[in-house]
């Protein structure tokens, strides 16, 4: 079974530019996580969704962020314009969502941004 | 809010060897999960091992295995018979039982280094 899938694996771009990260989660998993890793800031939550619908996105950094679930099987975090300081891994996660309570979460294997 | 605290950045230990990595965590909670997550080089992210808050026995996955105490808000993972492979980034993380759907909070990592 394929697992979550993330693209690009890499992305360097230059201050200002659009970036937009792209995520499929596994078959069949509800709930999807945007996280952030930077060394000044360690693994962070950006943003979740539970069925498409955001339920949390107050960590999502200011306003140049923005995450859309159009569908169950697609998600898209875009920054805009960017800068330096969002250079990080960003990670997409899931996990099913139902009466059950034990899933766990599964990881992409990240995107490293670059903003020069 | 919930917080999650590791306060070895940094730990060693010789192959075949045992070590054990500290966690401590702040919750109000009285239903949670607490797991450990390995990050090797290659930025996955892998989960080891997980404890649920409402059972007293403590999680045992082959070689890892945890020192979960409740009253003390203590989850520690002890590595038995170390291997080179071993070496990597490890995280604790929380998580609510509120729904499945919610989302992890992480310490800020401990990199173990295995000695040949």
């Known amino acids: 079974d394929a697992g979550v899938i993330q693209s690009p694996r890499h992305e360097v771009t230059e201050m200002g530019q659009e970036v937009t990260l792209r995520c499929k989660p596994i078959?069949?998993?509800?709930?999807l996580f945007w996280y952030r890793q930077t060394m000044m800031r360690g693994l962070e939550l950006l943003i979740y969704?539970?069925?498409?619908?955001?339920?949390?996105d107050s960590g999502m950094p200011e306003d140049r962020f923005s995450a859309k679930m159009p569908n169950a099987s697609f998600s898209t975090l875009k920054i805009q314009p960017s800068e330096p300081r969002d250079s990080a891994v960003y990670f997409c996660?899931?996990?099913?969502?139902?009466?059950?309570?034990?899933?766990?979460?599964?990881f992409g294997p990240g995107t490293r941004l670059t903003v020069t | 809010a919930q917080t999650v605290t590791q306060s070895q950045p940094e730990m060693s230990v010789q192959e075949a060897e045992t070590v054990t990595l500290s966690c401590t965590y702040d919750?109000?909670?009285?239903?949670?999960?607490l797991f450990w997550y390995k990050q090797p080089p290659s930025r996955q992210m892998i989960l080891v091992i997980r404890?649920?808050?409402?059972?007293?026995q403590n999680a045992t996955e082959n070689r890892f295995s945890v020192n979960f105490q409740k009253a003390a808000k203590s989850f520690s993972l002890k590595i038995s018979d170390s291997q080179l492979g071993d070496a990597a980034m490890y995280f604790c993380?929380?998580?609510?039982?509120?729904?499945?759907?919610?989302?992890?909070?992480f310490g800020t990592g401990t990199r173990l280094a295995v000695r040949p």
């Open positions: 996660a899931s996990s099913p969502l139902g009466v059950t309570r034990t899933y766990e979460q599964y």
């Open positions: 078959s069949g998993h509800n709930s």
């Open positions: 969704f539970n069925n498409n619908v955001p339920i949390d």
């Open positions: 919750t109000s909670e009285s239903d949670y999960y």
């Open positions: 404890q649920e808050a409402y059972k007293q």
């Open positions: 993380a929380y998580r609510s039982a509120r729904s499945s759907g919610d989302k992890l909070t």
